[in-house]
């Protein structure tokens, strides 16, 4: 890319001439990573020296005295410190690969979300109260709570851990970020790539 010697003044950037679909992983200074953001937001970081290109992606944006190519990849300059409890998006497709895309009561595909204390009853949408079900047991289940049904979970839910986790709620995914997502759980491969590792 050309990196400008002075900052270009954001005002001057034109919106971005690559499809709007376009978007960048962020990495932590450490290259944990962070999120996904649109191309033209990478764009500004890197015009801002916040940070780095890692990958080139497609696209380019055109300001008055720059062009600059929008990444796939970014690395920010400074480490931050980011709560990834906070950060982990409770999606469809997220609890889907934490569970395995098992219904967590009879291990059936799944095919919906449910909450294992109802909504009805003031259950939380949470990750420790939403699991992946299948139709059957979500309609048999109801507006019940498993112990009046006498069902059991095998495991209590709990929120994934995982920096690659926080990439899961990406509308698309762009193979050059791979390489940035290992992460060793094959239920999350699958979610995020379609394929395991
Ligand atoms: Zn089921």
Known sequence: MAAPHQPTAL??????????SVQALVLNASYEPLCVVSGRRAVVLLLTD????VAE???????ERAEV????VVRLTRFVKV?????VPLTRRAVFARDGGRC????????????????SRGGPHTW??????????NHVKADRGIAELGWRLRQAPAAPTGAAWRI????????????????????????????PA
């Not at 005002?11 to 709007?20: D, K, N």
């Not at 916040?50 to 290109?53: D, G, L, T, Y």
């Not at 992606?57 to 300001?63: I, N, R, T, Y």
């Not at 420790?128 to 047991?137: E, H, K, M, P, Y």
Request: proline share 11%; glycine share 8%.
């Open 11 to 20: 005002s001057t950037l034109p919106a971005p001439r690559a499809p709007l």
């Open 50 to 53: 916040k940070a780095v290109p």
């Open 57 to 63: 992606g497609d696209g380019v944006l055109h300001s």
């Open 69 to 72: 190519h929008v990444p796939a």
């Open 83 to 87: 709560p990834y409890r906070a950060t």
């Open 104 to 119: 967590v009561y009879c291990g059936a595909a799944a095919t919906s979300l449910d909450h294992v204390i109802p909504k």
């Open 128 to 137: 420790d109260n939403v699991v992946s079900a299948c139709g059957r047991c």
């Open 168 to 195: 899961v709620g990406a509308k698309r995914m762009d193979p050059r970020w791979r390489p940035f997502l290992e992460n060793g759980n094959d239920d999350l491969d699958e979610a995020l790539w379609g394929t």
